[in-house]
């Protein structure tokens, strides 16, 4: 899954795709490198992001997603959490809902219903304003399996068929950086608990520059292909990534090894 940020805000790609030419051009170019999605996003939603009106969030993406609709066949993802910007983004031809609340807004899961797409249920708590304050879980694999189950529930609930859905830890939301971890070791568990398959989205995120002696996150591409092939192994089957070559190189490579199964010594 190719990140495509159409904001002034994002940590890494803010302010270089907004023009919906730029970003049919970067579409294109994540397609040529072995995307298989391409998720386009109108709200930067890193640590302390200050919320934008769902007005002005959907104006960011439709021409976006309509320019993409007419420029590739490529299937596209709409990363929003409100259920006003996920009605217009189907509209204009979304084929899956990528919401980072888990379904927080209670309208979200009748507008997604209905539409036959797709939906990835990311966990995270709070809002990107506040979620760094709630980072206290017992155990944290546990209870972000407990709470994507809630997610998971509300969709149930509104006649989303499972096959439709996938899981997301949310890494970096909600989380310290060893809790990041610990999720990414435990995404097997997770999968297996709560039957679905789970999308990892670790891309430069600040873990990795911590990790790595505090690089920028324009320098964290190779600690996010670390972060891909380990989360391959441990259950990962989607990855949301910004550097998409790099990614699906070492993903095709790690897979083309890992799938065969490990021989008794
Ligand atoms: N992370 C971000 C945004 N959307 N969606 C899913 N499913 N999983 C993620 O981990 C995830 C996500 C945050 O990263 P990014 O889009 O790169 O930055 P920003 O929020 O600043 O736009």
């Given at each position: ?221 190779a600690g996010t292909v670390g972060a891909c092939v380990a989360g391959l192994a441990r259950g990962a ?29």
């Amino acid at each position: 899954m190719g990140i495509l940020n159409v904001t002034p805000d994002s940590f890494s790609d803010g302010g270089r795709f907004l023009d919906p030419a730029d970003a049919v051009a970067q579409a294109r170019r994540m397609a040529a490198e072995g995307a298989d999605i391409v998720d386009v996003g109108g709200e930067s939603t890193r640590p302390g992001a200050p919320p934008v009106s769902a007005d002005e969030e959907a104006a960011r993406v439709v021409p976006v997603l309509r320019a993409l609709r007419e420029a590739l066949d490529l299937p596209v993802s709409v990363d929003t959490r409100r259920a006003a910007v996920a009605r217009e983004a189907l509209a204009a031809g979304a084929d899956v809902v990528n919401d980072v609340s888990g379904l927080a807004d209670a309208e979200m899961a009748s507008v997604v219903a209905p539409s036959g797409a797709g939906l990835v249920l990311m966990h995270m708590r709070g809002t990107p304003e506040t979620m760094q304050r709630l980072t206290d879980y017992g155990d944290v694999v546990d209870d972000v399996a407990a709470e994507l189950a809630e997610s998971l529930a509300r969709a149930d609930a509104a006649g989303i068929a499972r096959e439709r859905v996938v899981l997301d830890p949310g890494i970096g939301f909600a989380k310290t950086a060893e809790q990041n971890l610990e999720l990414i070791a435990s995404l097997d568990r997770i999968g297996a608990q709560l039957g679905r398959p789970m999308l990892l989205g670790a891309s430069r995120k600040s873990f990795i520059g911590a990790l790595l002696g505090g690089v920028p996150a324009d320098a964290r591409d190779a600690g996010t292909v670390g972060a891909c092939v380990a989360g391959l192994a441990r259950g990962a089957r989607l990855f949301r990534v910004h550097d998409v070559r790099a990614a699906r190189q070492a993903l095709d490579v790690a897979w083309a090894v890992l799938r065969i199964p490990a021989r008794a010594p």
